[in-house]
T-cell receptor, first 113, second 112 residues
Framework: ETGVTQSPTHLIKTRGQQVTLRCSSQ?????VSWYQQALGQGPQFIFQ???????GRGNFPPRFSGLQFPNYSSELNVNALELDDSALYLC????????????FGPGTRLTVL | GQQLNQSPQSMFIQEGEDVSMNCTSS?????WLWYKQDPGEGPVLLIA???AGELTSNGRLTAQFGITRKDSFLNISASIPSDVGIYFC????????????WGAGTKLIIKP
């Protein structure tokens, strides 16, 4: 059974640029959640995707958007990057919808200069 | 964003000692979860609690769901070197079936 994978591992961007982060969910998991984890903090919920639709959203601006594909993999897109967007971005998959047992990937470390 | 109050922020302990950490909230939670995160990795679920007063063990780890539903604690008995890492509590609000609210973490360091 393959776990949750994320790419890339690390990324450096400059302010104003756009970034796309990718996540492959664990086999059989149809729900993907994205979190932002700033240094020294717990994860903050960005949004969740279920069956290719956004199922819920945390307190993040619209420049944070996502997609889920038929194979349940997912993308997180961030436009107009700001310095405060520098963080570890975590993807978690789960099954069924509403399950609190989420399996996390290793994350993508984004640095915005 | 909303966060749980987790304490202590860090702990320096000797190998073999017992460890205790807790989380409190002003809100009632339906579920309390405890995760561990190692450097360069995502959080891993340790224990899940679903009922007020519930006490659950996972090996040397024991966690309890507070009676008021606003707090939880995690105990680790007889700590070993591989216990080092950051422990997070997370809770699920009654009106949400998808969003987890997280504490800021307790960093566990074992003194040489």
């Amino acid at each position: 059974e393959t776990g949750v994978t994320q790419s890339p591992t690390h990324l450096i961007k400059t302010r104003g640029q756009q970034v796309t982060l990718r996540c492959s969910s664990q086999s059989g998991h149809n729900t993907v959640s994205w979190y932002q984890q700033a240094l020294g903090q717990g994860p903050q919920f960005i949004f969740q995707y279920y069956r290719e639709e956004e199922n819920g959203r945390g307190n993040f601006p619209p420049r944070f958007s996502g997609l889920q594909f038929p194979n349940y993999s997912s993308e997180l897109n961030v436009n107009a990057l700001e310095l405060d967007d520098s963080a570890l971005y975590l993807c978690a998959s789960s099954y069924p919808l509403g399950s609190d047992t989420q399996y996390f990937g290793p994350g993508t470390r984004l640095t915005v200069l | 964003g909303q966060q749980l109050n987790q304490s202590p922020q860090s702990m320096f302990i000797q190998e073999g000692e017992d460890v205790s950490m807790n989380c409190t909230s002003s809100s009632i939670f339906n579920t309390w979860l405890w995760y561990k995160q190692d450097p360069g990795e995502g959080p891993v679920l340790l224990i899940a609690l679903y009922k007020a007063g519930e006490l659950t063990s996972n090996g040397r780890l024991t966690a309890q769901f507070g009676i008021t539903r606003k707090d939880s604690f995690l105990n680790i008995s007889a700590s070993i070197p591989s216990d080092v890492g950051i422990y997070f509590c997370a809770g699920q609000l009654p009106d949400s079936n998808y969003q987890l609210i997280w504490g800021a973490g307790t960093k566990l360091i074992i003194k040489p």
